[in-house]
């Protein structure tokens, strides 16, 4: 059982140690093991250490529904920096004000969002640099960035801001709310707790990740 101080890594580690070979996701047809997802982080993390992410950062995401999505939430969790994900469904002005609120050292986007984004952002964001999230090929989970065999030493603590996702406009900006990593553990033991999940149990997930 988690404690009240568990990370989001803390619960990756544990169950990559205890559950190493049995799914952690599902998707698509494609079965990711536990041990699989938690390598996976420790390689994003990595490559976004080496593209300049460090703890208190944004990470600006555009995305569609893909399994790196969760690795990335990983690997900034590991980190210690933050994730900010953009609705796919936004206008193009409502994507660039939300984009230039978050203030983000870095922004991922899905080769497939691509054409999204440009027109969004022709120019971008000054100085900060843009990473192509590409496609999963051979099952194998894609990493953002260029691998790095250096190991990178955890960042991450339980009250630290986790994810920022902007609310309805009000007064025609939309705001963000941060949500720490506690908080969305608190979140996932209550959710567990009240539907009785056991080891054996699938969540059918049908969200926007």
Same mark, same amino acid.
Request: glycine share 10%; hydrophobic share 45%; with cysteine.
């Given at each position: 059982? +988690? ?19 049995? +799914? ?6 494609? $079965? ?52 900010? +994900? ?5 206008? +193009? ?35 900060? $640099? ?18 790095? $065999? ?55 997930g049908v969200l926007p990740l």
């Amino acid at each position: 059982m +988690p404690n009240s101080h568990d990370t989001l890594i803390d619960l990756l580690d544990r169950n990559a140690g205890s559950h190493q070979d049995r +799914p952690a996701l599902i998707f698509e047809g494609q $079965s990711f093991a536990h041990a699989t997802l938690y390598q996976s982080v420790q390689n994003q993390a990595a490559a976004l250490y080496a593209a300049g992410v460090r703890r208190g950062d944004r990470v600006l995401l555009l995305s569609s529904n893909r399994p790196e999505v969760l690795v990335l939430l990983g690997a900034v969790a590991w980190l210690g920096a933050m994730l900010v +994900p953009l609705n796919l469904r936004l206008s +193009p002005s409502e994507m660039v004000q939300q984009a230039r609120d978050a203030q983000p050292a870095l922004v991922i986007v899905d080769v497939g969002c691509s054409a999204l984004w440009s027109g969004a952002c022709p120019e971008g964001l000054a100085g900060v $640099s843009v990473e192509m999230m590409g496609e999963t090929v051979g099952g194998a989970l894609c990493c953002v960035g260029q691998l790095q $065999s250096a190991h990178v030493p955890r960042q991450d603590a339980p009250d630290l801001g986790l994810v920022m996702l902007y609310t309805a406009a009000v007064d025609g900006h939309a705001r963000g709310a941060v949500l720490s990593q506690a908080q969305l553990r608190a979140s996932a033991v209550q959710t567990g707790a009240a539907w009785a999940l056991g080891v054996n149990d699938r969540w059918l997930g049908v969200l926007p990740l």
